[in-house]
């Protein structure tokens, strides 16, 4: 009888520890402490402002509401298809006194891309341009699948598709699945040649493809595990001044361009006569931003040369500034934007706006056309052209309203003046 109360009196603390542990374990999961700290910071100013000094009962009601208001956040899309939790953590929304991640205001993180209106986040989701797992609620589960992990993801299920092991082949073949929507031939149960058959072929559809990886928007491919995001979708195919994973795009210099463009005879399929016409009417030197820097200041973009996003931020702010007030430019401001568009040649650009995803897709279309595969190459250089178009069309027509016209077609009406005198270059061109 003695064992017996010992063994039940040996049950009852370890359950009371298994509870005590459970409790502690729901109390301090990770989203709950970041949830935690961003209410309190926001009831603790709000209480500051309506009484002043807080006293140590105020401080223990804002803890206690804190507490009470917890609970996981949801971002529900096209009618329940796809759900993103993310921002359960990332919570904070235009409220200042957060610097760090994961509680960095969000509309202060998003306004350096511009694209904050046109791209509501708190509607479409986070996953739905910075990929990541939509439902997990811990940083490592959540984060291990972002776009910038892709290149890495895919390398590392090419690698097991020659494990010894069928179930990690298996684990490789279904994530390249996933992000290409093609398994090309390839099942984990094969014999061991026609694996390799099939690895050789994914290998080299990744030595074509794997610099520009993340273009086409690889890993919103149909899957039974994944769900589209439709309205991000229908965003991003009326969009050509971001990248798909709704970034800035970056300017790549006129150089770049003309590599190819300058010289249409390399081959008749990618550049047309008409466009060495036109890279001879304006890849001049008198509308390159290294002879003509302080021009290009007012160019809406121009402020995308610099790496640095808080430094952008600093000079786009000044920039604008002087161009609402006028008044003597202060060199020493711009100094170093100044140096970078003397070393680094906008023309092209100027017009067609940043070259970086132009290039990815000419990229790729000239890898799949080399590779013989015509169909699959037009489709990307299709894109290309009309991402350059839009781009040209929008920077030439659309209007500043503080002054009536297309400031990017202002810059050069200035620089054609300057060089030509009274003729006139038609914007048609």
Known sequence: ???????????????????????????????????RAFLVHVFTEKAKAEKGELSLLDQLMIAVNAEMSLGIKKVVT?????????MTCHTNMGVAGFTQEPLKDLLETHAAIRVLNELPFDQIGCTSCHGGDPLALRSEVAHHEMRTRFAQIFEESLAKLSSDRWAERQKGIERIRWMTANDFGFSFSAPKEQRDAAIARIVQWWEINKDTFITMDYGERSSPFRTENLQRKEFLAQRTDISPIGEPLSFVGSATCVACHGYPEISDVYIPESSKQHVERWFRKEFMTSTNPEAYLKHPAITLLIQDPKRRQELDEYLRKWEREGGELDRTKVADLIDTMRRFDVTCEACHGPGS????????GMGLEAAGQSVEAAAFMSKAKEMARANARRNISEHDPATGYSRVWAIFEQLIEKALGSSRVPPTE
Request: charged share 25%; net charge positive.
């Open 1 to 35: 009888m003695s064992n017996l109360r010992k063994w039940f009196a040996v049950s009852a603390v370890l359950l009371l520890l298994l509870i005590f542990v459970i409790a502690l374990d729901t109390y301090n999961q990770e989203w709950k402490r970041y949830q």
């Open 78 to 86: 096209e009618v329940g298809r796809s759900a993103d939790l993310c």
């Open 357 to 364: 995803e132009y290039t990815k897709l000419m990229q790729r």
